[in-house]
T-cell receptor
Framework: DQQVKQNSPSLSVQEGRISILNCDYT??????FLWYKKYPAEGPTFLIS?????DKNEDGRFTVFLNKSAKHLSLHIVPSQPGDSAVYFC??????????????FGQGTTLQVKP | DTGVSQNPRHKITKRGQNVTFRCDPI?????LYWYRQTLGQGPEFLTY????????KSRLLSDRFSAERPKGSFSTLEIQRTEQGDSAMYLC?????????????FGSGTQLSVL
């Protein structure tokens, strides 16, 4: 049972344009959502997060949007840069009810930003 | 302290052998997590510790797997009688719980290949 789904395995965009990565979840108990970036041969690196009490969080070029009614979140990268090329994982936790930071990850989306 | 450290980075073993991985978390972090990642998938939760107490284990963690965190600092993950299906990247993460939201910091992982 895949509780967190990233339905696009890959995405290719031109440098300077917007990258939009999508994520859907099924567990309504999830209250905290995170995006991680992963380069080859490295562990995932935290990028940005959002609590379920918000619908938007912004950090520089990265913005995460949360639509609780649709159980959907997205990551926007503007403008995209070649160094953003990596695998992006969406992750979720039910920290408020479980009191753990245990994360459930999606399958990942490979982003390629072309110069 | 530069982050979560995992050793070895790579391990090749023959089926039936035992292997042990080590994780050194960020020093002030009280929680430590083990995840497993296979090709094309996101990381899957295996187990986690709060200080030296192992508080949760996934059903993915068969009885051939054992994890310890004897003094609440470093942790080891042992796999006995390895099988080819154990081949994966084993990731360790640590966190410091402060408030409602918890952010995990990952190491670079140990890549296990079982021949």
């Amino acid at each position: 049972d895949q509780q967190v789904k990233q339905n696009s395995p890959s995405l290719s965009v031109q440098e300077g344009r917007i990258s939009i990565l999508n994520c859907d979840y099924t567990n309504s108990m999830f209250d905290y959502f995170l995006w991680y970036k992963k380069y080859p041969a490295e562990g995932p690196t935290f990028l940005i997060s959002i609590s379920s009490i918000k619908d938007k969080n912004e950090d520089g070029r990265f913005t995460v949007f949360l639509n609780k009614s649709a159980k959907h979140l997205s990551l926007h990268i503007v403008p995209s840069q070649p160094g953003d090329s990596a695998v992006y994982f969406c992750a979720a936790s039910d920290h408020g009810s479980s009191n753990t930071g245990k994360l459930i990850f999606g399958q990942g989306t490979t982003l390629q930003v072309k110069p | 302290d530069t982050g979560v450290s995992q050793n070895p980075r790579h391990k090749i073993t023959k089926r039936g052998q035992n292997v042990t991985f080590r994780c050194d978390p960020i020093s002030e972090h009280n929680r430590l997590y083990w995840y497993r990642q296979t090709l094309g998938q996101g990381p899957e939760f295996l187990t986690y510790f709060q200080n030296e107490a192992q508080l949760e284990k996934s059903r993915l963690l068969s009885d051939r797997f054992s994890a310890e965190r004897p003094k609440g600092s470093f942790s080891t993950l042992e796999i006995q009688r390895t099988e080819q299906g154990d081949s994966a990247m084993y990731l360790c993460a640590s966190s410091y719980v402060l408030g409602a939201n918890e952010k995990l910091f990952f190491g670079s992982g140990t890549q296990l290949s079982v021949l």
